[in-house]
């Protein structure tokens, strides 16, 4: 595996590799790589003939100083997963590599609604920092194909909206989400529950697959608060929002009038950590 920490020569072995005309597939990752990264890989591994990883944790798509310091920062662990699942290229650049200028500029690329709601309302600024390394990352990389999780959908939502408008011949593959065995969706945050409060997070995934059972039966706003109270009966958790949206607009629905087109998304604070986890309604 090539191992790689500046711009410069990551390009310029990428460039060598894309004169041989080899289709190149890209995972864009924070680090505190799990199986859900892994399941992202191999799909690449698969579908390419040479796969870049990347492991950057972006300062500038936090907006929580605390969440920042406290993301988990696993290096060697990673570079050792990597090898053994036979990705072809890690990049690893430090933040001076990736912003010289300590740069924190608007990205200017208008979102319409979809970086104003959900995530958007809470986190002001994530997404432009999101567009902005993942536009960098792919200006480095140039893949044919890159990989995202729809845990985190409306992440990929802005990722495809950025890639549609602004031409970048990339092939985005959304891939699915890959879940613990009790049903909690793998994130690199998981490992910062307490061993009680790690049990008692299944009961998201679990109220969500009870929403979907819920759908067309109950109205749309009684559901949101039903599940709500339902994630919040256990001690320590607060949800920040439950919303049940279109899968495109990622606008809030009222009623189930185009229900095949719903997708139901949540944001908790289980203690200080914070976790998202979503369903598509209509599957
Ligand atoms: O999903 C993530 O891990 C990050 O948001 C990404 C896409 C690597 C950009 O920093």
Redesign the pocket.
């Known amino acids: 595996m090539k191992q790689f920490t500046h711009i410069a020569e990551t390009a310029d072995y990428l460039e060598i590799q894309r004169e041989k005309d080899l289709m190149i597939g890209f995972v ?3 680090g505190a790589l799990h199986e859900g990264h892994l399941a992202l890989i191999k799909r690449s591994l698969q579908e390419n003939d040479i796969t870049v990883c990347s492991i ?1 944790v ?1 300062p500038i ?1 936090f907006n929580n100083n605390n969440d920042l310091a406290n993301y988990p920062r696993t290096l060697s662990q990673d570079l050792k997963m990597l090898e053994s699942c036979g990705c072809d290229v890690v990049f690893f650049p430090d933040t001076a590599e990736m912003y010289p200028d300590g740069e924190t500029i608007s990205f200017g690329l208008n979102f319409g609604t979809l970086d104003k709601v959900l995530e958007g309302q809470f986190r002001p600024g994530h997404f432009n920092g ?1 567009a902005i ?2 536009k960098k990352l792919f200006d480095i990389v140039q893949p044919t194909h890159a990989y ?1 999780g729809k845990k ?1 959908f409306q ?1 990929l939502a802005i990722i495809k909206h950025m890639v549609y408008a602004m031409g970048i011949p990339v092939e985005i593959i959304p891939c699915e989400t890959i879940r613990e065995v009790d049903g909690l969706a793998m994130s690199s945050r998981n490992t910062r529950l307490s061993p009680a409060e790690r049990k008692l997070a299944s009961g998201i995934y679990q109220t969500l697959l009870n929403v979907r059972e819920k759908i067309g039966k109950t109205p749309v706003p009684e559901l949101k608060e039903w599940a709500v109270k339902k994630i919040e009966e256990n001690d320590g958790f607060r949800v920040e929002y439950f919303e049940i949206v279109d899968q495109e607009s990622l606008m809030p629905m009222e009623d189930w009038t185009s229900r095949d087109r719903a997708v139901a998304l949540v944001a908790v604070f289980v203690g200080d950590v914070r976790l998202i986890d979503n369903i598509e309604l209509f599957s």
């Open positions: 864009p990752t924070m950057f972006n798509q999101v390394v993942v995202f985190d992440q």
